[in-house]
């Protein structure tokens, strides 16, 4: 136990970051209030991370990274079908906002930051693109792979497509962060999927999910 304690404390000081941060923002986050919900003092906080810029880098690198790769990327590698793969993906959204609403009335984490915090700082704007350029690189992969296999039309551009698709999706989210409206959440992504089915090769209509 002595040995996982320092793992342990670092793991609640980010989850405490990332929870912070999202509900305030970077710039607004409190570090009093971190260090309440970590259950933790400022001196453990800082020997861990020299200071809010570095904590915040660590939050984008440990926590959010790996949350848009769990949720956005990974779902999406070595589909043979993409437009089954994302209505899956969508749908398990939806399904999120319905349990969840204020977190998703608090935005995506990424977008908030890169909205807040690429014009700001060099070290969160590398960071922020980095996500978002793994996120387009793997949609494209997937739709080129789906017009190698004929289940997507063959006058896609992949990395057109990919750009308009993360776009959409973080367009909406804000959209949604905006108004404080989860039913608004529902009509894009129902306009989310008529996009998605205009994509399939009228061969091999991808079916599944309605939204």
């Not at 990274?65 to 990974?74: F, K, N, S, T």
């Amino acid at each position: 136990m002595t040995v996982k304690a320092p793992e342990e404390t670092r793991a609640r000081i980010l989850q405490a970051a990332f929870e912070e941060i999202h509900r305030n923002g970077f710039q607004g986050a409190s570090i009093n209030a971190i260090v309440s919900s970590a259950g933790i003092t400022k001196g453990a906080l800082f020997h861990h991370f020299s200071g809010k810029n570095a904590l915040g880098y660590a939050v984008v690198d440990e926590i959010i990274r790996p949350q848009v790769r769990e949720v956005w990327i990974d779902p999406l590698r070595n589909r043979e079908n993409p437009i089954q793969a994302f209505k899956e993906i969508f749908k398990d959204c939806r399904e999120d906002m319905e349990k969840n609403p204020e977190q998703v009335l608090n935005g995506c984490p990424v977008n908030n930051l890169a909205q807040e915090m690429s014009p700001l700082d060099e070290g969160f704007r590398l960071r922020i693109e980095s996500i978002f350029e793994e996120w387009r690189r793997v949609i494209a992969e997937a739709f080129a792979r789906g017009m190698e296999n004929g289940t997507v039309r063959q006058d896609l551009s992949p990395a057109a497509t990919a750009v308009f698709l993360v776009s959409a999706f973080e367009g909406i989210v804000g959209a949604i962060k905006s108004s404080r409206s989860i039913p608004l959440a529902q009509h894009a992504l129902t306009g989310l999927f008529d996009y998605l089915d205009g994509l399939a090769s009228k061969s091999k209509n991808p079916g599944g999910f309605s939204a």
